[in-house]
């Protein structure tokens, strides 16, 4: 009889629909409808570089024409990787034996051929498409008859000259670029407001504003488009604070800075980037004045950054990485307790595994849109202030 203890205990298995990443994957095949952000534009340089997404190695290049390209690695004439390619005026040469490929994979020249490849219409590196947006890299990896348009969204559009978009690509706003663990147990915890409480106050002390820590009302709603949670204070001045967030299918989530520093609708976004099943980058793309500061960040141990703890000090003042990865390379959903707090992971995760089934029905999933037309995505994210009653 089992009196509690770990002896015999089950071991707990991931839920694939929630997890995979990979091509032919169900979960994978519904990411593969959507653009992503690969890597920063810095990134795509005449060096090619090496970057991983949905589990799929690919090469990064930028011509001298300035035009990025994402190839994969494997020359399609007999197998050396582009890494070692030589970027040129347009598309980039394999070492090898020098044939030279644009950004859509087109063969255009091959120099030991005759007639520097009479039949060189057969060949084509196979490659992904591209949109820069804001100083990231996007690309989408799906079947082309299925290619949406690329989304712009609202909070990005209209910059003044004053203004500028930037990137940061801390874990979780805050630790390291790139984290050992699955994208959607870092995608989920947008909507677990119940954690800022506990990890980012009580345990840690306050990592964001301290008005955080005042008790609010929760409730969580579903959209076709994704799931809110909307938390409500009354702050010491009378006035209420009304901080919505929000995520969006499939990786994107809207935190509204935390610091409370921007009031008013959010002034970024951010996307999980899924390496494979095992690693997430989080990129952030925040607008903001020129000149100042991104802001934003956590901070750990009262005023220090992530980077300048010490391990002993990672376990005194955890925070989202920390609890993130400490769930594991990827949790066991089969294990979990689930309960009545953890109502916003629960529709986030129903909603994920029923666009995962759409795809596998044959349809299009939500917030995929195929009309040029479409105006700037609308996010209703933001911290709100408003007058006391
Ligand atoms: S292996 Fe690339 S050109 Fe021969
Ligand atoms: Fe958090």
Redesign the pocket.
Known sequence: MSDGRAYGLAVGESDPELYQTGAGTPAGELLRRYWHPVARSADATDTPREVRLLGEDLILYRDRSGTPGLLTPR?C????TLLYGRVEEQGIR?C????LFDADGTCIDQPCEPDRGRNRDRYRQPWYPVVEYHGLIFTYMGPPERQPVFPRYDIFEGLTDDEEVVVIDHFAFGGPTVAPCNWFQTHENSMDPYHVFILHNAISGPQFNPNLEIWPSIDWHAHDWGVTATQDRVLPDGTTLHRVTEVRMPTIRVIPTPTLSVLGPTNNLSWAQPIDDTHTRVFAMVRKQRGQPAQGLPVYAGDRSWFDLSDEEHQRYPGDYEAQVGQGAITLHSVERLSSTDRGVSMVRRQFKQQVQVVADGGDPVGVDFDEASAPVALTAGNYVLPSS
Request: glycine letters at 20%.
């Open positions: 020359c004439h007999r197998g050396t394999c090898y034996h020098g044939w």
